[in-house]
């Protein structure tokens, strides 16, 4: 026990370094920098997850309009054209 104290009051300076270093990393790795980094990371998948939205909403309006225009042309009469024709070839 008495090595022990001699070292640490021969290298007194050092220990106190250790001390306040160890108190600093210590407040610095400690929970609100990893609530940080998980937070960051939240907010990144949310921002991916908008830009995924968007284009699955973009997507549903060109099928829409896709289907709007699909309706219109088998209305029109070159629908009952080429299903006759289609009809005609099967024979």
Known sequence: MRIISDYLLLHRHEV????????????LLDLPITS??????????????????????????????YKESVAIYLVSDKATIWARCDSFLQF
């Open 16 to 27: 106190v370094w250790a001390l306040v270093f160890g108190l600093i990393f210590k407040v």
């Open 36 to 65: 940080l980094i998980g937070s960051g990371i939240r907010r990144f998948r949310n921002k991916l997850a908008e830009r995924s939205a968007e284009r699955i909403r973009k997507r549903i309006d060109e099928l829409k309009k």
